[in-house]
C-alpha cells in the first residue's frame, strides 16, 4: 500500500466512498509513482488543495428530537452538514453518507448551511402546540465552525430564541463564539443559556493535525474565561479522550478550565463508528505509527474487544479497567478542582411567543 500524503489543513487523509456506493476507490502502485533514496518505498503525493464549497439549503425543519439516554437534552439544531474543522475522530462524518459524499475529505470540504434556519425556527416555535425544552446548538456538527463567521446562521438562531426567551445549551470548539457574546450574556442573565468548551488535549502538534481547522486550545481556554467573565455559565467537555494519546492532558485541561472560570465538566471516551474507524486508524498510523497499536489495543478492551461499541450507557464511557480507571481519575480531579457542585438547570418559564409571531391578526 503507497504512503499518502495528508492534505495541508485536513484532517482525513483520504476520500473514500461512502457506504452506500456501488463502486469503490482504492489507491495502488502502478509503478509510476516516485520512488525513495531506496528505489523501494512509493509515495502517493499530497491529494490537490481542496477549497471549502458551501451550498445553500433550505431546511423544511430545523428542531431535530432524539431518545438518547446518554444525553441530557430531547431535542436539537444543526445550522450546518458537514464541518470545516475537520477534526478526524468527529463521529458525525458518516451522516455525510446519506448526501451521497465521502466522510473523509468530503465531510471537511462540502458544506451545506441551512440558509433559512431562523425562519423556520420561528415557526417551530410559534406553533401553539410546541413546548418549550431546551435546545442544544453544536449536538451533531459545530455552529461555530469557519464558514459562521461569514455565513452567520448560528447567530440568527440565537437571536430568534432571545425573542422567545427560549434555553439553548452549546457546545464548540470555535473560540469565534466571543463574537456573539453580549447576545449570549443577555440570555444568561435570564437564566437561558449554558456554553461547553470541547477540548481534548493541550498540545498543539496533537491538535494541528488531530482537529486542524479548529481553534488552538489555548483560544478556546480564552474564550472560556471571556465568556465566565461575561456571566455566562461555562463548562469543558474533555473529548475525545484517546488512551496513550492525549489522556494525560485530562487532569491539566481540568485544572486550567476551572482557574478560567468552567463550573462544571465532562469528558467523551473516543467513539469510533461506522466510516470513522478506518479514517482514524488511517490517520493513526500515519501521524503516530510507534503508538498507533497500543493505541487501538486500549481502545479495544475498553470496547468490549471491538474497535466501538454503540450501546446506549456504555459508548460515551466505556468498560472494563481502563475505562473504570479513566473515571476515576476524571471524578477526583473534579473534586480537586471544584467543578460539578452544583447542579445547574435552565429555565423554560419566561418563554413567549413574541406578538409579532402570532399567526392570527390582532382584533385592533
Not at 463502486?23 to 516516485?34: E, Y
Not at 485541561?253 to 482514524?280: K, M, N
Not at 486508524?281 to 474497535?307: C, D, F, I
Amino acid at each position: 500500500m503507497p504512503r499518502i500524503t495528508p492534505v495541508k489543513g485536513r484532517g482525513s487523509l483520504s476520500n473514500h466512498n461512502s457506504r452506500f456506493e456501488a463502486l469503490r476507490r482504492d489507491h495502488f502502485d502502478d509503478g509510476w509513482q516516485d520512488h525513495g533514496s531506496d528505489g523501494c518505498e512509493s509515495t502517493v503525493g499530497p491529494l490537490p488543495r481542496l477549497s471549502t464549497t458551501v451550498s445553500m439549503e433550505a431546511a423544511r425543519s430545523i428542531i431535530s428530537h432524539n431518545s438518547s439516554p446518554d444525553i441530557q437534552f430531547d431535542q436539537s439544531i444543526n445550522p450546518y452538514r458537514g464541518c470545516e474543522h475537520g477534526c478526524i475522530y468527529c463521529y458525525a462524518r458518516p451522516t455525510h453518507a446519506y448526501l451521497n459524499h465521502s466522510p473523509g475529505l468530503d465531510f471537511e470540504t462540502r458544506l451545506y448551511a441551512k440558509g433559512n434556519a431562523a425562519e423556520i425556527l420561528r415557526k417551530e416555535l410559534s406553533r401553539p402546540a410546541y413546548r418549550p425544552a431546551m435546545i442544544a446548538l453544536g449536538s451533531n456538527t459545530d455552529p461555530y465552525q469557519p464558514i459562521e463567521r461569514r455565513l452567520g446562521i448560528t447567530a440568527s438562531v440565537l437571536q430568534v430564541l432571545d425573542d422567545f426567551n427560549h434555553p439553548v445549551g452549546i457546545t464548540t470548539k470555535s473560540a469565534s463564539i466571543v463574537r456573539d457574546i453580549d447576545l449570549l450574556s443577555r440570555m444568561a442573565s435570564r437564566n437561558l443559556v449554558r456554553v461547553f468548551m470541547s477540548i481534548g488535549t493541550l498540545d498543539r502538534d496533537i491538535a494541528r493535525t488531530l482537529e486542524p481547522r479548529a481553534s488552538t486550545p489555548g483560544a478556546r481556554m480564552e474564550a472560556i474565561r471571556r465568556l465566565s467573565d461575561a456571566g455566562i455559565p461555562t463548562g469543558v467537555i474533555v473529548a475525545p479522550v484517546i488512551p496513550a494519546l492525549n489522556d494525560h492532558d485530562i487532569e491539566n485541561i481540568l485544572q486550567q478550565a476551572s482557574e478560567a472560570g468552567a463550573v462544571d465538566a465532562h469528558y467523551v471516551l473516543l467513539r469510533l463508528p461506522l466510516e470513522v474507524a478506518p479514517l482514524f486508524e488511517e490517520w493513526l498510523n500515519h501521524h503516530y505509527p510507534l503508538k498507533a497499536a497500543h493505541v487501538m489495543s486500549l481502545l479495544r478492551q475498553m470496547r468490549g474487544g471491538k474497535t466501538y461499541d454503540p450501546a446506549f450507557r456504555q459508548r460515551m464511557r466505556g468498560t472494563g479497567v481502563f475505562a473504570e480507571l479513566l473515571a476515576q481519575r476524571f471524578r477526583k480531579a473534579c473534586v480537586r478542582m471544584a467543578l460539578n457542585q452544583r447542579r445547574f438547570s435552565l429555565s423554560t418559564a419566561a418563554f413567549k411567543r413574541p406578538q409579532s409571531s402570532a399567526p392570527q391578526l390582532s382584533l385592533f
